[in-house]
């Protein structure tokens, strides 16, 4: 099909080439976005007239009564034909064109009357403008390629009804935002299953102002298939159902603009030009889109009224039997609620139904029992894509004689031909007794929300569900139907107490609720996992409510419960050996786990014990520090400082496992674990010596961050998060850079405010001031290893400069901020007295 289709797109451009006009751009191929004149339709068969939006098609005696409905101010005559044919291989005899002179009064005021003749499978209007000769040259081109002008009627009417459903849903998508954009999901979910339009479900993801926007782009590939409408149109010429509607994405080669699927008519257009085209006259497609009594035209190119003039080609229902739409349930042995008011019964498998007219007077027909023989009612119901079906007005049904269950039976009319449609279970409501599912007998746990299933023949009829404590007033519950029979209802117990309450069901059309009482309990401990590693003093016990734990025996060795975390949706319950002496556990031995919990109940838990956590042991380690900063610099007096910006190397060895895995990794913090970084072989960072030695390196200015400092610590992290136990590893300091001293006699009153005067010391009265960036990290300065006259300086200095005793041999002892306990030394140059 798919095939069939690009040749016949190709040969229609070749057309095009072949007479030297310019192939159609995307917005002037298939837009048809012009309006065009309207011509009102209506049909008449056997005694019934229906409006042409009614008609799905044609047969042998129809009266059409046609009337163009051209403004008084219309200044160009149109001629109307109306033609018949009978297939592409023979012509129409020259009695199937009805000439209609517009301009003329009989026909302006009231419209002309044609019968569709016997052997007549398809029918076009064309509207031509009047030159003299029109009606024969139209009708020589006509019989002259009738296989050309069949194609063109079956393909005009399969895009009529394909636009139909595209303009349904456009609509419809714009209507639901606007009044109610919170339902535009599920409505537009409902509606892409009755027309039969592709949903993109990534614009529900966009916020809510630009998923209408998005729902209604690329209106080139939203319709898809519809078997019905193919079926309908199905070709005379191939005895295969046209390809028309089975390509609906734009095709690169023609390129066709919004509404890719009429570039078949255009193209069949485009054929008729190849053999009929004459100085007079050029032929374009005219779609028509029905409503009640006319039908609407839309053109995809400004008519002309200049040799050669347009000739608008209307497609018109097929001449060939009804095919009633096949409407289905999407599940049969689904029950409903006669009670309900505006009850939705789910149909589909018929777009057309939902985006036209074609399908009416729908009726729902109950059968009743009334005086114990048979009879029914019908129920007015009405299409409802938005809804996903047919909305059926139920008051009718209230006082009918309807005892347990019974059927109805969807009818309607089809053009001129009723038929029925699928068969739906209903059944009223009535009191029941419902049944809690047994694994949700003790589920109601205050503190949470919790879930019930509850189980009872009348389901189908819930209308709402509320809950009640004992001393409460009722509130509303979440609920949904499950499953047949089925409700599924979510009760909220965050800030209740434990104790009885009720669920109340209410139903369509009764007064009254089904009460049923239940229980809520407080959730008691429950003990899901122990878990203890080879060689440690210290357990994790998980499960809910570890609050209550109050004791725990591991193979009759005591543990003290400690804090109580939560992770992953349980309780954590970090516990402690009261003996670590006593703790002597191997990996796999099989352990028993004794709990108490503080209401005196005893629970018991079976397990093993878990391998050893990875441990690492440092080798050695050494700093490297840029050399090519010549600045002067502050020499650490502690061999475990580290630099910010200076490099750590370090070996490590592995201790348990006995090799070091090349997916385990070494995570390095400070030790309050606000900066943190994990090392490994495959970051670069962990390089193997052999198979139980590892080559680290750490830059804890890259990897850390400025502000990290102090003590770090390292740990070694197993391929499954099994986390070893913290080693100190180096103390990270940040130093100020220092540029120099520079001394002069101070005069009275010149020492600043901001910081102390120093004492008078060994180095005697003299002060200098020490130049540099960053003073704020040095905690105190002094000019003696002592620090017997040193100058704290005071939190917040952001000067560059700081008055400081005047030290010998331009050595001044420091003491950071990062490492107070450490004396440093600065060997600083001598700066000129003027800055």
Known sequence: ???????????????????????????????????????????????????????????????????????????????????????????PPESWFTRADTWSQPVHEEGIFVTVPDEAEEALVLLAPETGGAFSTLRTAVRGKPGAFVRAAQDLEQASLDRARLEKYLEAVREISASDPEQLKARTILLSRSLNIRLDQQCFDKPTAQQA?????????????????????????????????????????????????YIGAVVDVARILATTHTAQYQYIPALALPKDNELNLRLNNPPSFRNPKSVLVIGLPPVRPAIAPPLRAPDASQVYCASQPQLVLPADGAALVFATQLAHQFVLHVETRKGGGGGGIDLPAVPDPG????VIETQGMQSADINGETSGILRGVWGFRPFDGPRFRLRPSRPGQWIVASKDASALIVGREDTLHLRSEGAYCVNEVRFQSENGEPSLAEWRIAKPNEVEVRVPLQNATAGRLKILVQKYGLREP???????????????????????????LKGTRLDQVTAVEVNGVSFNPENVTRANQQDEL?????????????????????????????????????????????????????????????????PDELVQDARLNFFLKAQAPESFP??????????????????????????????????????????????????????????????????????????????????????????????????????????????????????????DPDFSNEVTVPDGFVDAALTVPQPKSKTLYIRLRDDPATVDTAVLPLLSSQP
């Open 514 to 540: 089904d009460e049923i009482p239940l229980r809520s309990y407080t959730e008691a401990g429950r003990l899901d996992a122990f878990s203890i590693h080879a060689g440690d003093q210290d357990g994790v």
């Open 662 to 783: 090349p997916d385990e990794k070494v995570e390095v913090s400070t030790a309050a674990e606000s900066f943190h970084v994990l090392l490994s072989v495959k970051d670069g960072n962990l390089t193997m010596q052999d198979a139980k030695t590892v080559f680290a390196v750490l830059d804890p200015m890259k990897l850390l961050g400025p502000s990290a400092f102090g003590q770090l610590r390292f740990r070694a992290v197993s391929a499954d998060g099994v986390e070893g136990d913290w080693q100190p590893l180096v103390n990270v300091v940040r130093i100020p850079a220092l540029k120099g001293l520079r001394c002069a006699p101070a005069p009275t009153g010149s020492v600043s405010q901001r910081t102390p005067a120093p004492e008078k010391g060994p180095a005697g009265d003299k002060e200098c001031t020490l130049i540099g960036d960053k003073l704020f990290l040095i905690d105190a300065v002094s000019a």
């Open 387 to 390: 809804r996903g079906g047919f």
């Open 213 to 261: 926007p998005c729902l209604t782009q690329n209106t080139d590939q939203l319709v898809l298939d519809d078997a019905h409408s193919q079926n309908m149109m199905a070709t005379l010429t191939t005895g295969a159902p046209t390809d028309l509607l089975a390509q609906l994405s734009s095709t690169p080669t023609a390129r066709s603009g919004y509404y890719s699927p």
């Open 574 to 638: 970090k516990l402690a050996a009261r003996d670590p002496a006593g703790t002597k556990l191997k990996a796999g031995e099989p352990i028993f786990v004794h709990v108490t919990l503080k209401d005196g109940r005893v629970s018991d838990l079976s397990t093993a014990v878990e391998a050893p956590r990875p441990q690492l042991s440092l080798l050695s380690k050494s700093v490297q520090i840029d050399d090519g900063d010549s600045a002067p610099i502050i020499h650490l007096g502690n």
């Open 1 to 91: 099909m798919r095939l069939r289709y690009l040749v016949r797109t190709v040969t229609g451009l070749v057309g095009y080439a072949l007479l030297g006009l310019a192939i159609p751009a995307a917005g002037e191929t298939a837009a048809f976005d012009l309006i065009g004149p309207k011509v009102e339709l209506r049909v008449q068969r056997d005694g019934v007239t229906l409006p042409i939006a009614e008609v799905p098609n044609l047969q042998a005696g129809d009266r059409l009564w046609l009337h163009p409905d051209l403004p008084d101010s219309q200044s160009v005559h149109y001629l109307m034909v109306v033609v018949f044919l009978r297939g592409a291989t023979n012509p």
